[in-house]
């Protein structure tokens, strides 16, 4: 073993002196004299830098409410649509017209219950745990 790797492992098992080092350590671009706890910089570390995740929830009563419900869905946003208080033709349609922005927008419906359906965007999983 060359003596540098037999002075680094004397060194690890606490036997031998600390290596001396010229240049101060950058923990994560904080500089030594803006010292802060380790919890306050994994806080900065995971800080999303884009807007939370919306949800819109919508109980639409005419089918002439659909360009609301696929102005939020191209938004990005997730969308529950309640269509119980529809008329059962009109609630049908407003179905087909969702699941056809899903499909064109390469996201997802799901029926969550009756009369309940939840569209996502492509970048949204929907998990059932």
Known sequence: MPMGAVRKVATYLGLGGVDQYDEAYDYDGVEEDEWMPAAE????????????????????????????????????????MDVSGMPMAEATRMVDFAAGLAYGCEGRIERIAEKVFLLTPVDVEVTSE
């Open 41 to 80: 910089r994994a806080a900065r570390r995971w800080q999303s830098v884009e807007e939370p995740a919306r949800i819109v929830m919508l109980r639409p009563t005419q089918y002439s409410d659909a360009p609301t419900i696929g102005r939020h869905f191209r938004e990005g946003k997730s969308v529950i």
